[in-house]
């Protein structure tokens, strides 16, 4: 049984930091594209990052890029979002997503919206409030 489950989640201040955690389960973790996606409160689905275990590389939206970092210990099949200088707009429930290939390139590059089936997996979310 493949499972996701995300923590770190909480109300913080604006300009506050936190380290959300996904712990994978379930398939083999080293092998997969893992990504964080967040919704806010009345809006759609919006992608935040990605790491591209095949280049060892890593992406970001532009509304998080320079604030945000993602990483993954490979060791512990556990992913990890760093988020510094949280503002109003961070609000959002944030999901650890898993699929065997790469995000689509409209959904990275905002094209086009980003629906659940573009990633194999997700966790149960976690809420993140930024409000002073």
């Known amino acids: 049984e493949v499972r996701l489950v995300e923590s770190g989640g909480g109300l913080v201040q604006p300009g506050a930091s936190l380290r959300l955690s996904c712990v994978a389960s379930?398939?083999?973790?080293?092998?997969?594209?893992m990504s964080w996606v967040r919704q806010a409160p009345g809006k759609g689905l919006e992608w935040v990052s990605t790491f591209y275990h095949h280049e060892d590389r890593t992406d970001y939206s532009d509304s998080v890029k320079g604030r945000f970092t993602i990483s993954k210990d490979n060791a512990k099949n556990t992913l990890y979002l760093q988020m510094n200088t949280l503002n109003s707009e961070d609000t959002a429930v944030y999901y650890c997503?898993?699929?065997?290939?790469?995000?689509?390139?409209?959904?990275?590059?905002?094209?086009?919206?980003?629906?659940?089936?573009?990633?194999?997996?997700w966790g149960q979310g976690t809420q993140v409030t930024v409000s002073s």
């Open positions: 379930g398939f083999t973790f080293s092998n997969y594209y």
């Open positions: 997503v898993a699929d065997a290939g790469p995000p689509p390139a409209g959904v990275v590059s905002g094209l086009l919206p980003l629906r659940r089936a573009d990633f194999d997996y």
